[in-house]
């Protein structure tokens, strides 16, 4: 595959405005996934109402729930090493920007919240910001190699393509901009979907082979495939329940001193102005 990493830079291009991603590089999740759970969080008898909006393209489904679901940027969870590549940038006299496909409302919370961009480049009712078009975008605004760009994912293909300095986040990036170029937040959690499905709740479900002990039917292949099939079946309901309630308790655990750190717990179930879906993002 060929690289898309930039010839060294020389001198004069040694700032090139930062160009930042939001959705899945500066933050570890999806905005638009997350309003979506919210929404049918709030409204379970609306679903139809994302379907509807989903025919209509993506700009009217972002821009629908972005005017229901305000975002409070405090609880995200930002990659710190790229915060600080940021700032890094902004102290050598770089300027920095925050590009996304999220809508302009949710990223304008954010660069407010963090106060390191210099400007913003979302979505709109009009213009889904997202792989082509951001390219276009951005090549219009700073010229074909005028700027570097940190990105994540195939979608950005475009983008990589028209920066000056193509940089990403975890090893998806790396394998689409080649081992030379600047990765963060490379590292792996293999084990993290295990843990979030709790496999030691997984013993109590053992009591469905009790009644092949008691009625002696171990050794009879037919009820012992039987019992292991039931005892799956438990394993991943209990387990399906779990990641379920991690889903809808998300955004209360983020902002818990300990459960934001633990990739598999069951929250506690709280409300609050800050942190309820009930309330603003």
Partial sequence: ?????????????????????????????????????????LHPLSGWQLVAWAVQGPCRLKGELAARLPLAPQGLPYRGDLLAYIAE???????????????????????????????????????????????????????????AYVGDSRADRPVWQLAGEAMGVGANARRHIGH?????????????LLLALRPHQWLKNLLVFVALLAAHMVAKPDALFAAALAF????????????????????????HPANRNVPSHRGERRCSAESCWCRPW
């Fill in 89 to 147: 940038h902004r102290a050598a006299g770089g300027q920095a920007f925050l590009v996304t496909a999220s809508p302009r409302p949710w990223a304008d919370a954010v660069a407010t919240h963090l106060g390191v961009f210099d400007d913003t480049c979302a979505s709109t009712t009009a213009i889904n910001l997202k792989g082509q078009a951001k390219a276009e975008h951005l090549a219009d605004r700073f010229g074909p190699q005028g700027f």
């Fill in 180 to 192: 030379d170029a600047r990765i963060f937040d490379s590292r792996r959690e293999p084990f993290a």
């Fill in 1 to 41: 595959m060929t690289s898309l990493v930039a010839a060294p830079r020389t001198t004069q291009d040694a700032r090139l405005p930062l160009c930042v991603d939001l959705d899945n590089t500066l933050i570890r999740t999806d905005l638009l996934y997350e309003a979506v759970i919210a929404f049918l969080c």
């Fill in 232 to 255: 799956v079946a438990f394993s991943l309901c209990a387990s399906s329940s779990y990641l379920l309630n991690d889903i809808v308790d998300l955004p209360v655990d983020r902002l």
